[in-house]
Nanobody
Framework: VQLQASGGGLVQAGESLRLSCAAS????????MGWFRQAPGKEREFIAA????????HYRDSVKGRFTISRDNAKNTVYLQMNSLKPEDTAVYYC????????????????WGQGTLVTVSS
C-alpha cells in the first residue's frame, strides 16, 4: 500500500484546510485509515481514524467539532477537513493505513504517507 498526502499549507488562525490522502496498491487489505500529526519537538500524535468500509470514526478529543475525517472509496482517498484552525495545530500531518481493528497507536499502523506541513499563523 502506498499513501500520498497533500493539501497542507500556510493559513491564518480561524481558517480552514482540507488534507487528502490517496491510497494505491493493495487497498483492499486496508481496514482503517488514520491521520496523525507531529509538531516541532513533540511526539507524533493521533488525530482521527475511519474504517475503510464501515464509516466507523474516532477522533482525538482536542479536535472534535473542528476536524472531520471522511473517505471516498471510489477514489481510494481519505480526507481531513480542518476548520477553526489554531496556531497549536501547526504540525506535519501524516496519513496512515492499518490492517485489522481500530487503534490510535501509531506503532500499530502498517503504512505511512510522507507527511504534509500545516502552518497556522496567529
Amino acid at each position: 500500500v502506498q499513501l500520498q498526502a497533500s493539501g497542507g499549507g500556510l493559513v491564518q488562525a480561524g481558517e480552514s484546510l482540507r488534507l487528502s490522502c490517496a491510497a494505491s496498491g493493495r487497498t483492499f487489505s486496508i481496514d482503517y485509515m488514520g491521520w496523525f500529526r507531529q509538531a516541532p519537538g513533540k511526539e507524533r500524535e493521533f488525530i482521527a481514524a475511519i474504517s475503510w468500509t464501515g464509516g466507523i470514526i474516532h477522533y482525538r478529543d482536542s479536535v472534535k467539532g473542528r476536524f472531520t475525517i471522511s473517505r471516498d472509496n471510489a477514489k481510494n482517498t481519505v480526507y481531513l477537513q480542518m476548520n477553526s484552525l489554531k496556531p497549536e495545530d501547526t504540525a506535519v500531518y501524516y496519513c496512515a493505513a492499518k490492517l485489522g481493528s481500530y487503534s490510535s497507536y501509531l506503532r500499530e499502523y502498517d503504512y505511512w504517507g510522507q507527511g504534509t506541513l500545516v502552518t497556522v499563523s496567529s
